[in-house]
């Protein structure tokens, strides 16, 4: 395969997009893996005198580099205001909460790093339903707004049945004044926790105290079990808190499902589970700012085609082991690295960025990235221009991009009128094209 050019465009926190006029100039899309924070909602059940009820607790993880610090009397200060609201649909709002938080930092050191950052929580009191949480992070000092939004359900817990909150992942565990002080993780990847992970929750009992299993299961995204294992315990009546250690060693980078299950002791059929949670997890890249995009680290080698020399594929594909093949992975792409000095790797972040736009956009009967369309927006990235015809009559839909920056001219027709846009000008080298 011979090696194409890649013309990239180092623009942190965007990428191009194509719009949906006819004729448009296309335009900017939050692509990076990074997210600009981190929001975690969990299910707790409430017991007080009148019965049981359903809290969500709300957990916000702000990292410091979204936050604006300045000098004031000699320390470095910032501040920023979340705002969650809970709806029902797009315009029905249920509940609101706004609260403000303030950093006080004595080092200018002390306020950037991958690994700074701030939690904080709010907790609503809700009725069962599927809701929409939708959570705004506004910056004190400039200004700059985010906004994440999830959809979730909210538990109903039966005051006669075992009843068990979700699932949260902890950071860090220490014991203060004599208590357990956790610190979730906010964000689903794991991939940090190089010694394993902890898993908090709790079970509320309405019956006398008994002996259980507790069963913890990893599954991959195809569903095969990667981890298992049981704790034998007592369910004492009322409320029970479990912590629990996990080993992740066996998990490789993608996604995968972690499940706890309370049993009856000796009775692992379906009438002998009491109650389940399940929590999605993630193992990502631990670079900072790798995109999206690389959850499977082959596949991510296999996009590499467009920009790899043939022996550059041949010795990542041929790798001898996992370890081998990530290490050539990020010696690739350190070679290509324009600010070696800093952790994040710009050219890196914004060729996956455009494999995952060519995924969401162009995506027919195989993946976007695989498109003549995905082929050239991620070697040459968004085009200055891009003038379509889908109704043309007694014309074939066809689009032109126009590259104004390297004088280049892409036109692309759908011989089959179903969204497969191939490149009709100018003619590719066949050694090159994916089919």
């Known amino acids: 395969m011979k090696r194409k050019e890649l013309f990239i465009v180092l623009v942190i926190f965007s990428l191009g997009t194509a719009g949906a006029q006819t004729h448009e100039h296309p335009g900017q899309e939050f692509m990076l893996r990074q997210r600009p924070f981190y929001v975690d909602a969990l299910n707790f059940p409430s017991i007080d005198s009148t019965g049981i009820s359903t809290q969500l607790d709300v957990y916000v993880k702000i990292p410091y580099d979204i936050i604006s610090f300045i000098v004031e009397d000699g320390r470095y200060k910032a501040g920023y205001m979340i705002t969650a609201r809970i709806k029902r649909t797009a315009n029905t709002l249920i509940k609101e909460a706004t609260w403000r938080r303030t950093l006080v930092k004595n080092k200018f050191e002390e306020t950037r790093g991958k690994e700074k950052f701030d939690i904080s929580m709010h907790r609503f009191p809700l009725d069962p339903d599927d809701i929409i949480l939708e959570v705004t992070f506004e910056d004190k000092e400039s200004g700059n707004e985010f906004t994440l939004s999830q959809t979730l359900k909210v538990k109903q817990y039966d005051p006669n049945l075992v009843a068990m909150s979700d699932l949260m992942i902890v950071s860090r565990i220490k014991k203060k004044n004599g208590k357990t002080v956790l610190t979730p993780n906010v964000s689903p990847n794991v991939g940090e926790f190089k010694k394993g992970f902890d898993v908090f929750f709790e079970v509320f009992n309405p019956f006398r105290s008994q002996p259980v299993e507790v069963k913890y299961l990893i599954r991959s995204s195809r569903s095969r079990i990667l981890l298992e294992k049981t704790d034998t315990t007592y369910l004492k009546e009322g409320r029970n808190t479990f912590i629990s250690h996990i080993s992740n060693s066996n998990l490789g980078i993608g996604s995968y499902t972690l499940t706890v299950e309370i049993h009856r002791q000796g009775d692992t059929s379906r009438t002998g589970k009491f109650a389940s949670a399940s929590k999605p997890i993630i193992v990502e890249w631990l670079s900072f700012g790798t995109p999206v995009s690389i959850t499977n680290l082959d596949e991510a080698i296999e996009q590499l085609r467009y920009i790899a020399t043939s022996e550059e594929m041949d010795s990542l594909q041929n790798a001898p082991n996992d ?113």
């Open 323 to 435: 370890k081998e093949k990530r290490r050539r992975f990020e010696m690739f792409w350190k070679r290509r690295d324009p600010t070696p000095e800093t952790e994040a790797n710009e050219v890196m972040t914004e060729y996956y960025n455009r494999v995952a736009y060519a995924n969401l956009h162009f995506k027919h009967y195989i993946d976007g990235w695989k498109t003549d369309r995905g082929m050239i927006y991620i070697i040459y990235g968004p085009p200055s221009y891009i003038d379509r015809h889908p109704f043309d009559p007694d014309v074939k839909p066809y689009e032109v991009w126009e590259y104004y920056d390297i004088n280049r001219r892409y036109i692309f027709v759908d011989e089959t009128g179903f969204g497969d846009y191939r490149l009709l000008y100018p003619i590719w080298d066949d050694r090159t094209r994916l089919r």
